[in-house]
Nanobody, 111 residues
Framework: QVQLVESGGGLVQPGGSLRLSCAAS????????MGWYRQAPGKGREFVAISGYLGTTLYSDSAKGRFTISRDNATNTLYLQMNNLKPEDTAIYYC?????WGQGTQVTVSS
């Protein structure tokens, strides 16, 4: 059974940075895509970034140039480095692998 546990969220001022982590367990992850989604208050869940198992990455327009997704297959950990954060980045951030989801980690960007 796949388990995903996100961490690293918190309160940060506009322009600040956060690094999210997703610890994955339950299977080998080196051969699957892993991604980040987010859900802002009152909105649906939206795509943020994906790390392909062949080394490719893909970002949403809002994340491009500010966020960096990476993975460590040796420790089954997915990361999301978020720089130059904006208030509109406030959301719960979820890690996803195949059809499984973590519980999410709250990111709040506010002065």
């Amino acid at each position: 059974q796949v388990q995903l546990v996100e961490s690293g969220g918190g309160l940060v001022q506009p322009g600040g940075s956060l690094r999210l982590s997703c610890a994955a367990s339950g299977r080998t992850f080196s051969d699957v895509n892993m991604g980040w989604y987010r859900q802002a208050p009152g909105k649906g869940r939206e795509f943020v970034a994906i790390s392909g198992y062949l080394g490719t990455t893909l970002y949403s327009d809002s994340a491009k140039g500010r966020f960096t997704i990476s993975r460590d297959n040796a420790t089954n950990t997915l990361y999301l480095q978020m720089n130059n954060l904006k208030p509109e980045d406030t959301a719960i951030y979820y890690c996803t692998v195949l059809q499984d989801w973590g519980q999410g980690t709250q990111v709040t960007v506010s002065s």
